[in-house]
């Protein structure tokens, strides 16, 4: 059976760096697998992730709901649910955790709205596993003090307070799923927890080598 992974965190959590690295010693292990990242992934969702992330672009928060919700499901029911069928492993960079943690406990959004719209649009689809890098919002936020930011990350620190909050809170709710890992630590340090976490799951390669994995 292959597994679907994703990774979590708020603005800032190195996760951008981690799921790059992760990629990478994915590749070196010559394991089979896709790599996608939210929102975006298609053409149309990559589209949508402009208009999402352009602070021209003021929205009310049930449109950015929807238009989180509607690149996800262009994505997972256009590549993700695809690959799985094919027996291929999907890693993810971000997922629907992000519009609960977001839109829901950020937002204030009812959590059930954002979970049904989330359920139609991705038929149901549940990751495996879910690696959430969590930190201090300070912390978060000294990493992100250089540069431009998107129409996200021009919030301010207690938006990022509710997110973390939302996602250690979906981390307690299913903790067989949502692993939480301490990513003020050093990168190296941080990175080999998170291959260890997925490592525990990946689908073993067959002895001759032909299965999935291989
Ligand atoms: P992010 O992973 O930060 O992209 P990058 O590292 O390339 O800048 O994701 C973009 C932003 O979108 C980020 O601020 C989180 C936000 N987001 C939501 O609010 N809801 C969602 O459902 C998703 C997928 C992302």
């Known amino acids: ?92 960079d971000r997922y629907v955790d992000s519009s609960l943690a977001y839109q829901a406990f950020g937002r204030g959004l009812p959590p059930e709205f954002v979970a049904a719209i989330n359920e139609m649009g991705t038929g149901g689809l549940k990751p495996h596993r879910t690696i959430l890098l969590d930190l201090p919002v300070e912390v978060a936020m000294e990493r992100k003090a250089a540069g431009p930011r998107d129409r996200m ?34 990168v190296e340090v941080v990175q080999a927890e998170i291959r260890r976490l997925v490592e525990e799951i990946w689908p073993r390669p067959r002895r001759d080598g032909s299965g999935p994995g291989a």
Request: hydrophobic share 45%; glycine share 6%.
């Open 153 to 186: 990350e021009q919030m301010d620190a207690e938006f990022f307070e509710r997110v973390r909050a939302g996602y250690l809170e979906l981390a307690a709710a299913e903790p067989r799923r949502v692993k939480v890992v301490d990513a003020t630590r050093p």
């Open 1 to 92: 059976m292959p597994v679907f992974i994703t990774l979590e965190g708020i603005d800032g959590s190195g996760k951008s760096l981690h799921f790059r690295l992760l990629v990478e010693y994915l590749r070196s292990k010559e394991y089979d697998f896709i790599a996608t990242r939210e929102p975006g992934g298609t053409p149309l969702g990559e589209r949508i992730r402009e208009l999402l992330l352009d602070p021209a672009y003021p929205m009310t928060v049930h449109s950015e709901a929807f238009l989180y919700a509607a690149a996800r499901s262009e994505l997972t029911l256009k590549v993700i649910w695809p690959a799985l069928r094919a027996g291929r492993n999907v890693v993810s």
